[in-house]
């Protein structure tokens, strides 16, 4: 599996500024876990969670957990030390950055530089350190294409609804639902469709970002299924609660998992010199071809990748 297509089913949000609540990310069943010095984390303890990240990546115990820092936004002053003191102190032991409220290729091609110098200063492998772009608002989501294909660093694109609502003027205050007023569709449905094919069209994981109603898991089970449905790759987690329905949200059910291992099975038979077809086949009462091969492949993938 390419370091980009490991899985992201959830991708738990831990403030850089909480020890506790770093140590106890450490144990949690996300496949990703992002150390915050962005806005989980308050500007006067900024300095301080730099030092305490460094710490708590060096420390280990992260397990086979995708490692990640959010710095801040390349509008802040905090930036360039974010990703420096990050880095050098603990680019060995860290997987991507992530950089919120993109709004331009040349943002990317700053931080893919920025990771360059200091790889080569400290001697660690020159591009092993991925990118992962937040996209929080409409400047961000028109350039979404050329940020996609700015760095081959780049792993996910990720939607950022809270931002993005903001930035947007969206006339509602529950992030991640859908606004009161609006009820003829998904108002989520075109920044979640233009990020998906902008991240496929170059070969990327899309992220679909946070649901702050923690104690509705029916809630966040819901919109995350809007986003798995699409095609999304994973979603943000802002609580233990909501790993669980994460992870299974972005798995496939066990039912279409066997049928794809049926479907892949059938057609490799049928199409080999013992089974001797030369085009479609009838698995029981459906005809599959190259086509359904391919689907099935992408089920059977997902999968195999979270170990059905
Ligand atoms: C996440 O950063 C968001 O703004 O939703
Ligand atoms: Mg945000």
């Known amino acids: 599996m390419s370091k980009s297509q490991r899985p992201r089913r959830s991708c738990l949000a831990v403030p850089g500024s909480s020890p506790k609540m770093i140590e106890k990310a450490k144990g949690l069943d996300a496949d990703q876990v992002f150390l915050d010095l962005e806005d989980a984390c308050a500007p006067l303890a900024k300095p301080g969670a730099r030092k305490t990240i460094v710490a708590a990546l060096n420390e280990g115990g992260w397990g086979s ?4 820092v959010r710095v801040n936004d390349l509008t802040t002053h905090w930036t360039y030390r974010d990703v420096v003191e990050v880095v050098e102190g603990a680019g060995e032991n860290l ?4 950089l919120p409220k993109v709004q331009s290729a040349a943002q990317i091609a700053w931080l ?3 990771l360059t110098q200091i ?3 400290m001697g660690f492998e020159v591009g092993r350190i991925g990118i992962e772009a937040q996209i929080e608002d409409a400047a961000g989501l028109i350039n979404v294409d050329e940020i996609a294909a700015a760095s081959a660093r780049t792993e996910t694109i990720i939607f950022g609804p809270a931002d993005f609502m903001a930035s947007i003027n969206m006339k509602s205050l529950v992030i991640g ?4 007023g609006y009820e003829i569709g998904d108002a989520f449905h075109y920044p979640l469709m233009r990020i998906l094919m902008a991240a496929r069209a170059n070969g990327l994981q899309a992220i679909d970002g946070p649901y702050v109603q923690i104690r509705n898991v029916d809630g966040f089970r819901q919109v995350a299924g809007r986003a798995a449905a699409l095609g999304y790759d994973g979603k943000w987690v802002l609580h233990p609660g909501q790993i669980e329905a994460a992870n299974h949200t972005f798995s496939p059910a066990q039912a279409d998992y066997d049928h794809a291992e ?3 099975a059938a057609y490799e038979w049928f199409t080999s010199d013992r089974g001797g077809r030369k085009g479609a086949v009838m698995l029981g009462d459906e005809m599959i071809d190259e086509a359904s091969r ?6 059977a993938g997902q999968g195999r990748a979270a170990g059905m």
């Open 65 to 68: 957990k995708i490692r990640v």
């Open 177 to 180: 639902e859908q606004p009161p």
């Open 95 to 98: 997987d991507c950055i992530m």
């Open 262 to 264: 049926n479907i892949l």
């Open 119 to 121: 790889e080569k200063t």
């Open 112 to 114: 893919d530089l920025t």
């Open 294 to 299: 391919k689907m099935a492949l992408v089920i």
